[in-house]
């Protein structure tokens, strides 16, 4: 069990669907993150939120819309995706925003686009 | 850019001590981290080096030289149970979030 929780653990969703994705943690981390992963890779970083506000967009397309609705809550709302967005989304936290803060991910959401 | 560079696959038996190494090349450093993944799990933080050095804890160890853009983590008494994905990271340029290497699959075996 991990300190971050995430919300479904396992999605299933048709290209015309809109889900959202759920984070939450009690730790009082001001940081927050989400991340995608596909099988055998890294997690690609997607966005940060320092202090409830959007601090990093790496580029993601606009199909992923992330809310950060108070200092414990990370949304990640999906819409219109594609076959290729199937992946394990991870949820972190962090104390503050940093490269050199330590991250505590939680158990990840496995997506799986029809 | 951020680049990061380690072994895509180590094996090991029980017992023994497996290092696994990372080179980086970075615009600014601020520290060099270690993550351990298993499969199916969530990735979880061992490590973490700001200056050169060895840090341990426990049955674990990790190396910094700065001037070399080198780390290493030491995995000292092998067990089964540390079969897993071991991934370095570094700070994006802006210091602000972490950017992974590609990982290094661990085997362990008896």
């Known amino acids: 069990d991990t300190e971050v929780t995430q919300t479904p653990k396992h999605l299933v969703m048709g290209m015309t669907n809109k889900k959202s994705l759920k984070c939450e943690q009690h730790?009082?981390?001001?940081?927050m993150y989400w991340y995608k992963q596909k099988a055998k890779k890294p997690p690609e970083l997607m966005f940060v939120?320092?202090?409830?506000?959007?601090?990093i967009n790496e580029s993601v397309p606009s199909r992923f819309s992330p809310e950060c609705p108070n200092s414990s809550l990370l949304n990640l709302h999906l819409h219109a995706l594609q076959p290729e967005d199937s992946a394990l989304y991870l949820c972190?936290?962090?104390?503050?925003?940093?490269?050199?803060?330590?991250?505590?991910f939680g158990d990840g959401t496995r997506l799986s686009i029809l | 850019g951020q680049s990061l560079e380690q072994p895509s696959e180590v094996t090991a038996v029980e017992g023994a001590i497996v290092q696994i190494n990372c080179t980086y090349q970075?615009?600014?450093?601020?520290?060099l981290s270690w993550y351990q993944q298993h499969d199916g799990g969530a990735p979880t933080f061992l490590s973490y080096?700001?200056?050169?050095g060895l840090e341990e804890t426990g049955r674990f160890s990790s190396f910094l030289s700065r001037s070399d853009s080198y780390g290493y983590l030491l995995l000292q008494e092998l067990q089964m149970k540390d079969s897993a994905s071991y991934f370095c990271?570094?700070?994006?340029?802006?210091?602000?979030?972490?950017?992974f290497g590609k990982g290094t699959t661990l085997s362990v075996s008896s």
């Open positions: 972190a936290s962090s104390q503050v925003e940093g490269g050199n803060q330590p991250q505590h």
């Open positions: 730790m009082g981390h001001r940081a």
């Open positions: 939120y320092s202090y409830e506000k959007l601090s």
């Open positions: 970075t615009s600014g450093f601020y520290g």
């Open positions: 080096n700001a200056l050169d």
């Open positions: 990271a570094v700070p994006n340029q802006a210091g602000t979030a972490l950017i």
